[in-house]
């Protein structure tokens, strides 16, 4: 794979990792060093492994995984996105959603990361076999979904600041839309 090739891929499976930490950077609104500092790495870590996982299992479970990643990705970011839009309708003090809690973060790296799975298996059957042949596009692919994460944290906390009102059921929306569009892509 050439290097402009594994740059673009990394941008495109980025873009779930930039919104999602865009959303929990404007519900925060503030700087949280840990706990952005995890989002930042599981993000890429995971985007990167989801890769190597899909890679290696590829020929193993490739035919049981394929017909159902696409709906446990939808099913946790949905999950999610419900949660959000239900917080963002409470009442100030009943507020408990955070997009910073470590667990959350968690289940977001591999939500957002489901599709980098199939982008693995998708390198195994294009005859990158070696793992001298995935290191560099899965390296880049890790780089890049942790660097959009922390724009998307400051760029969140910025937008956060100046907007008066809870951000937190729009961030749901934009979950589930994430959610659904993995779907339509799977299904077309």
Do not use: N
Not at 24 to 41: C, D, E, F, N, W
Not at 71 to 95: C, N, P, T, V
Not at 167 to 172: H, K, M, N, R, T
């Amino acid at each position: 794979m050439h290097l402009t090739e594994a740059i673009l891929l990394g941008l495109a499976l980025a873009m779930d990792c930039f919104t999602v930490s865009l959303t929990s950077g404007a519900i925060a609104s503030r700087v949280v060093p840990r706990p952005m500092l995890a989002m930042t790495l599981l993000f890429g870590l995971f985007q990167g492994g989801m890769v190597v996982g899909g890679w290696f299992v590829s020929s193993l479970f490739s035919r049981i995984l394929e017909p159902v990643d696409h709906w446990i990705a939808f099913g946790l970011l949905a999950f999610i996105g419900i949660q959000m839009i239900r917080e963002g309708f409470r009442k100030e003090e009943e507020h408990r959603f955070d997009p910073l809690d470590y667990k959350v973060i968690l289940t977001l790296s591999v939500a957002t990361s489901i599709d980098a799975m199939a982008v693995g298996v998708s390198m195994a059957f294009m005859g990158l076999t070696s793992w001298a042949s995935i290191s560099m596009p899965v390296s880049l692919i890790a780089l890049i979904s942790a660097l959009l994460t922390a724009a998307g944290l400051g760029a969140g906390i910025l937008a956060g600041r100046k907007i008066p009102f809870s951000v937190a059921p729009i961030g749901g929306i934009i979950l589930i839309g994430i959610g659904i569009k993995i779907i339509i892509e799977h299904l077309s």
